[in-house]
């Protein structure tokens, strides 16, 4: 395998990211070349204007988890930040304070920003971007287009007892606290990939979908039009890692997004979800559960796509590196055989 295509949220998928990345150093990876060229495409449709400037979150915690300037702790912004221009902006009483910008996080958003108005468009900003960082992977967005998530709650105020809130605000301010009643995908239907995401997909030798949210970050991904399209035509396997561990997620909001949308919190639920790319509009060869979940095994089999049952916790670069390497060991195997 010389090139290797992920398509990831923010923390997950940076984590994975990372250990596919040491995988990769110390040829632990199965069938890949020591020079394999690993891409990443990110979701775009967290991203939202603030302060007029262009923040998005995913692509950001992609690249400096890779470029060694994320701060672990939170699993987003820089390291060693302070927050002078935040608590300047809450003394003049500016809206929002909910989401807070670091000094140093707002030097790449204004960079962003910057260039974006210039004419530039995201997919070369961000190569820009990580012309700095060196994330060791190409970091590509999904689309250029402006797409954003926002998610239905409920308000006894509102004649429709319900009101709309963008995606960071559901997750930085409410925390995922309040039950979410439905997810809207503004923009996502007239969007087009990005620059080199659809090559990315049918010109890799495997695909992945790691453990991110499978509907506001993987699932974003799949919904700009062409993309589902490229994965059910690849010739590469494409293999996925449940974000779904003994009935729940493990960091993050899967669990309120699943329910959301109708969809089982399940590992085998959210397999069927993405669906076998023997049948229409599916998108799985296989499909990897964590060994607490091994009873789903043969009910994801049943819909057409392989699976095995392995450790899914991805507690250093080394344990998330084999799980790299059992997915890439599944879509090798001849059926029947087990990773």
């Keep these: 395998m010389k090139n290797i295509t992920v398509l990831c949220g923010g923390m997950g998928g940076a984590r994975f990211l990372q250990g596919l990345r040491h995988g990769l150093a110390e040829g632990t990876l199965p069938g890949v070349a020591p020079d394999a060229t690993i891409t990443a495409i990110a979701n775009t449709a967290d991203d939202l204007w603030m302060h007029g400037l262009k923040i998005c979150p995913d ?32 003394a003049y009483g500016v809206e929002p304070t909910w989401f807070g910008l670091g000094d140093r996080d707002l030097a790449t958003h204004l960079v962003r920003t910057q260039m974006l108005e210039a004419g530039y468009p995201l997919s070369e900003v961000t190569e820009a971007l990580c012309r700095r960082w060196q994330p060791g992977v190409r970091l590509l967005p999904m689309t250029d287009d402006r797409v954003e998530t926002h998610v239905a709650i409920a308000d006894p105020d509102s004649p429709s007892g319900r ?19 439905t997810v809207v995908f503004v923009g996502l239907e007239a969007a087009t990939p990005g620059p080199g995401v659809v090559e990315a997909i049918t010109e890799a030798d495997l695909v992945v979908l790691p453990p991110s949210n499978p509907v506001v970050s993987v699932g974003t991904i799949i919904g700009v039009p062409g993309v589902r399209e490229a994965l059910h035509d690849t010739d590469a396997p494409v293999v996925g890692l449940s ?29 069927r979800h993405f669906g076998a790319r023997s049948a229409p509009g599916g998108v799985l060869d296989a499909w990897l559960v964590d060994e607490r979940d091994a009873d789903q095994v043969a009910d994801v089999e049943a819909a057409g796509i392989a699976c095995a049952a392995v450790p899914l916790m991805m507690t250093d670069h080394a344990a998330t590196a084999e799980m790299a390497a059992a997915a890439i060991r599944l879509v090798s195997s001849p059926p029947g055989a087990t990773a």
């Design 59 to 90: 692509l950001d915690t992609v690249m400096y988890t890779l470029g060694d300037g994320i701060d672990s702790e939170r699993g987003w912004g820089r390291r060693e930040e302070s927050w002078s221009v935040k608590d300047e902006l809450a």
């Design 163 to 181: 009101r709309v809130v963008h995606f960071q605000e559901y997750w930085v301010r409410l925390r995922a606290e309040v039950p979410a009643k």
């Design 243 to 271: 974000p779904i561990v003994g009935g729940t997620h493990v960091r993050g909001m899967a669990q309120q997004m699943l329910t959301s949308i109708g969809v089982e919190v399940g590992a085998g639920a959210v397999a």
